[in-house]
């Protein structure tokens, strides 16, 4: 298995299937941390669709765990798109989701992702990293009423550290 050691103890290793449950159960423990736009309603209506997601052959999948073999966190990608990463809330500000994206662009290159407007925090966060934001959609790619903001990571630029 391919996995990548960091220096706070954390590793990032290729998803099996088995984790796929666990993986579910931390997207949810995020999102409700972090997506405070959502009601428990839509979060329930967008559960079937992550384990799809989740399941499915398209995405390229990392598990970030903790030193002692915890997931604690994943990075979805298609191709340089960073479809999903969520931290368990628990391990969030410790370096993982930065870990993540410097993974994903070491493999990658420059990344694109669409975060959600109304999650500051993460649109700061991506911002921190080098992001910066090329267009804005209304609605998320299913026509829901959550807008998102499109952001890029350009390939020259690097990462502020503060």
């Keep these: 298995m391919n996995a990548v050691a960091h220096g706070s103890g954390m590793t990032i290793r290729e998803a099996v299937?088995?984790?796929r449950d666990e993986l579910v159960e931390i997207w949810l423990r995020s999102v409700r941390e972090t997506h405070a736009f959502l009601t428990?309603?839509?979060?329930?209506a967008l559960l079937p669709l992550v384990r799809q997601e989740l399941r499915g052959e398209d995405l390229e999948l990392w598990v970030l765990t903790s030193e002692d073999g915890t997931s604690i966190g994943f990075m979805g990608l298609s191709i340089a798109k960073v479809e999903a990463l969520f931290l368990d809330p628990d391990h969030r500000r410790?370096?993982?989701g930065r870990m993540l994206l410097d993974h994903a662009r070491r493999?990658?290159?420059?990344?694109?992702v669409d975060v959600n407007e109304q999650n500051p925090e993460a649109?700061?966060?991506y911002e921190a990293l080098g992001f910066t934001i090329i267009?804005?959609?209304?609605?998320?790619d299913a026509g829901r009423p959550f807008p998102v903001l499109h952001m890029q990571q350009h390939p020259a630029q690097e990462p502020r550290r503060d």
Aim: proline share 8%; charged share 35%; glycine share 16%.
């Design 17 to 19: 299937p088995a984790d």
């Design 40 to 44: 428990e309603n839509d979060i329930h």
């Design 94 to 96: 410790r370096g993982g």
């Design 107 to 112: 493999r990658k290159g420059a990344l694109a």
């Design 123 to 125: 649109v700061r966060f």
């Design 135 to 140: 267009g804005r959609s209304p609605v998320d």
